[in-house]
């Protein structure tokens, strides 16, 4: 088996800037978030980073997400384009914009975004408007220096693309070789690996020893919050990433994750070339991570447990819940909500109608925890496994149940 993981890892030495003629156009539309306006439809832009898979996923509507986008045709009413992204009503805060891509289209189209509410955990709408693609600008092209290391071993594929954050000039060659060690760590068995074409992309992020003063005098001030300091300046860095301050009144373990300070410059950066799924490896040996539905995952590239960050932060980008139970977790659903829809955590203790029923053996069942120690009033919280990567405290790998979860949605973003 070793041998066929060490045949299956290819490292191609191929390099090219951003040109590349394999990418597809994609609208890319922002709708904006704050605590006083709420939703407002914002940048939309044009860009080179679709994928073949991505031209086939969104003609079929997201059964998950906390925050869906439909594109529909004006004239006739019927929905032609679907997006999702998210986990957690409270993701709006966290990103304060929410970003969905879209295959091009030539006549105005209404987009409708339905989000989650805070009590409730409904999905209603949020937001509602008339996009013209007329009013799409092109994105400014930026040096970007990109690699492939993996082909993928089936046609049908998906492109995994790992993003340099805050590797300074004279730092990229580490930054392909931790590039490389995240594709071998992903080769020792992950779900699904043989459909990734997996790519690095890097930009140097330039900045002075006083860049971060700012914002590490608003992460040290006292009630520091999304309300007081909405618009937050931006991370010098390539991506923008800092950690949140702005949510600390809502979660307390703020330092232990890293979001972006600016959406639109996260997704500038990324939208230089092609992905499916965005990782980002940051230059740091810190213990902080963070990742979400849809939307990317971010880790440091040289710390002891950047292993396991990388599966359980990929693991949130399929949607799986925290399995957990000694701390918290950003990734808030509503009290209210009858069934959490990530795959690995329910409400449910009846073992003939569990969401994971069919996989109920000994090793898997129905077990009290998870969600990151959350108490919802009234229930309990269930999960698949007693070890699973989902559960930093036990689990090395992934339970049966996840990998299942993973495998079907991996099936979902080719399109079928």
């Known amino acids: 088996m070793k041998f066929l993981m060490n045949c299956f890892f290819i490292f191609i030495a191929q390099s090219f800037f951003i040109q590349n003629l394999s990418a597809l156009e994609v609208?890319?539309?922002?709708?904006?978030?704050?605590?006083?306006?709420q939703f407002r439809l914002g940048s939309l832009i044009k860009e080179d980073s679709g994928t073949h898979a991505l031209y086939q996923r969104v003609l079929k509507e997201e059964p998950r997400g906390s925050f869906k986008a439909t594109l529909r045709d004006p004239l006739g009413g019927e929905p032609?384009?679907?997006a999702a992204i998210g986990t957690g009503y409270n993701y709006k805060e966290l990103v304060r914009s929410l970003t969905f891509r879209f295959r091009p289209f030539k006549n105005p189209h209404l987009l409708t975004v339905l989000g989650e509410n805070p009590r409730t955990g409904q999905l209603e709408v949020v937001a509602e408007q008339v996009v013209d693609p007329k009013k799409f600008v092109s994105l400014d092209v930026k040096p970007l220096i990109v690699k492939t290391l993996q082909k993928p071993l089936r046609q049908e594929s998906l492109i995994l693309t790992f993003y340099s954050?805050?590797?300074?000039?004279?730092?990229?060659?580490?930054?392909?070789?931790?590039?490389?060690?995240?594709t071998e760590w992903l080769n020792e068995g992950f779900p699904g690996i043989e459909n990734f074409e997996i790519r690095a992309a890097f930009s140097s992020s330039n900045y002075s020893e006083n860049a971060f003063d700012e914002l590490r005098d608003l992460l040290n001030s006292e009630g520091s919050s999304i309300e007081q300091n909405y618009f937050i300046p931006e991370s010098p860095t390539f991506l923008g990433f800092y950690f949140p301050y702005w949510i600390k009144n809502m979660f307390d373990r703020y330092y232990d994750i890293i979001y972006p300070t600016s959406e639109i410059k996260m997704r500038n950066g990324m939208g230089?070339?092609?992905?499916?799924?965005?990782?980002?490896?940051?230059?740091s040996k810190?213990?902080?991570?963070?990742?979400?539905f849809n939307a990317f995952a971010a880790l440091p590239s040289n710390n002891k447990e950047s292993k396991l960050m990388l599966l359980h932060e990929f693991g949130h980008y399929y949607g799986l819940q925290e399995e957990y139970s000694s701390t918290g977790t950003e990734?808030?659903?509503?009290?209210?909500m009858v069934e959490p829809w990530s795959q690995n955590i329910t409400f449910n203790s009846d073992e003939a109608t569990v969401k994971w029923k069919e996989l109920i053996k000994d090793d898997y069942g129905i077990f009290e925890g998870g969600y990151g120690g959350l108490q919802i009033p009234h229930k309990h919280t269930y999960i698949p496994s007693r070890s699973c990567?989902?559960?930093?405290?036990?689990?090395?790998?992934?339970?049966?149940?996840?990998?299942?979860?993973?495998l079907e949605k991996i099936d979902f973003d080719l399109g079928h």
């Open 389 to 406: 990567a989902m559960n930093y405290q036990t689990g090395k790998d992934f339970c049966d149940v996840c990998k299942k979860a993973i």
């Open 331 to 336: 990734l808030l659903i509503a009290p209210e």
């Open 272 to 283: 230089q070339t092609q992905y499916d799924y965005p990782i980002v490896i940051t230059d």
């Open 80 to 82: 032609t384009q679907y």
């Open 286 to 292: 810190n213990r902080y991570a963070s990742a979400t």
């Open 27 to 37: 609208y890319r539309v922002q709708v904006d978030w704050s605590p006083i306006s």
């Open 165 to 182: 954050e805050n590797y300074k000039l004279g730092r990229e060659e580490q930054f392909w070789v931790d590039a490389k060690k995240m």
